[in-house]
């Protein structure tokens, strides 16, 4: 399998649900990202992980928990959510060198919906 | 820090007729700059990219962009619309030791 898997594609969870999002990728990148893209919002970039290290997090709510145990795989865990929390999150890739960009390489999400 | 303008949240256009998505940008050092489309309920695809060199980009699916540092644009086009281009597009840019700023998106209509 290539490129960035993202599991489940679809996911109903109850406020009061735990439940996980999944990311992998077979591209060999360095570093993964979490974006949050709700209607008729722009992107909301989440988290960074660079190397497996967290190096942004965007005033996310606790109730989101990243995780990043290999630079292969990416977790997004959630906890008492709110209805407003109910969106597309989008995990993408990229080989980031300092000063240079080569673009991402996303995954298809997983739609999540907070009942 | 930078930013990204993407004129027109919605663009319709005729199916053969010529598409045009603006895009502006705002950085302190050179950009990189791409530009992403998204099908419903799919994630970002790589349409093309710029980052240093030619200034005209050709991408996939007859799409091009041209960098033109004096405007800080970076506008998509494409000669002839195809039903199949109807989709979300967004611009990005990066310095390259920043994550992508993404601008707001344009959705692109394509009327038979």
């Known amino acids: 399998e290539t490129g960035v898997t993202q599991t489940p594609r679809h996911l109903v969870m109850g406020m009061t649900n735990k439940k996980s999002l999944k990311c992998e990728q077979h591209?060999?990148?360095?570093?993964m990202y979490w974006y949050k893209q709700s209607a008729k919002k722009p992107l909301e970039l989440m988290f960074v992980?660079?190397?497996?290290?967290?190096?942004e997090n965007n005033s996310v709510p606790s109730r989101f928990s990243p995780e990043c145990p290999n630079s292969s795989h990416l977790f997004l865990h959630l906890h008492t959510l709110q209805p407003e929390d109910s969106a597309l999150y989008l995990c993408?890739?990229?080989?980031?060198?300092?000063?240079?960009?080569?673009?991402?390489?996303f995954g298809s999400g997983t739609r999540l919906t907070v009942v | 820090a930078q930013s990204v303008t993407q004129l027109g949240s919605h663009v319709s256009v005729s199916e053969g007729a010529l598409v045009l998505l603006r895009c502006n940008y705002s950085?302190?050092?050179?950009?990189?700059l791409f530009w992403y489309v998204q099908y419903p309920n799919q994630g970002l695809q790589l349409l093309l990219k710029?980052?240093?060199?030619?200034?005209l980009v050709k991408g996939i699916n007859g799409f091009e962009a041209e960098f033109k540092k004096s405007e800080t644009s970076f506008h998509l086009t494409k000669p002839s619309a195809h039903m199949s281009d109807a989709a979300e597009y967004f611009c990005?840019?990066?310095?390259?030791?920043?994550?992508?700023?993404f601008g707001k998106g344009t959705r692109l209509s394509v009327i038979a």
């Open positions: 993408a890739s990229s080989q980031e060198t300092p000063g240079q960009s080569y673009g991402y390489t």
């Open positions: 990005a840019v990066s310095s390259g030791n920043t994550p992508l700023v």
């Open positions: 591209l060999g990148h360095n570093a």
């Open positions: 710029y980052t240093t060199g030619a200034t």
């Open positions: 992980y660079n190397f497996k290290e967290q190096t």
């Open positions: 950085s302190s050092v050179p950009p990189y």
